[in-house]
């Protein structure tokens, strides 16, 4: 069966960083492109970053551009989203979409 496991989340000061993980099975993750999503209490769904099959393209959301970077290691068939700089305005839970399925979501909260 397909299963996607979101993993990573935690809680940060201002400043700090995380590496979130998704860890796919169940299909040939590595043809298909992936792509974090986070949305926070009271707010839309919002694209966070999207990455192809083949890793040779990337897509940030303009509030996360120059701070977040989305890779995958096909061979483990895991996809990953490294957070630095955080700030408050990140606080969220983070959801890897891939082949059409959701990770159960990651809760990351910046504060102090």
């Known amino acids: 069966q397909v299963q996607l496991v979101d993993s990573g989340g935690g809680l940060v000061q201002p400043g700090g960083s995380l590496r979130l993980s998704c860890a796919a099975s169940?299909?040939?993750?590595?043809?298909?492109?992936i792509t974090w999503y986070r949305q926070a209490p009271g707010k839309e769904r919002e694209l966070v970053a999207r990455i192809t099959s083949r890793g040779g393209r990337t897509t940030y959301a303009d509030s996360v551009r120059g701070r977040f970077t989305i890779s995958r290691d096909n061979a483990k068939n895991t996809a990953y989203l490294q957070m630095n700089g955080l700030v408050p305005e990140d606080t969220a839970v983070y959801y890897c979409y891939v082949y059409n399925k959701w990770g159960q979501g990651t809760q990351v909260t910046v504060s102090s």
């Open positions: 169940g299909f040939t993750f590595s043809i298909y492109d």
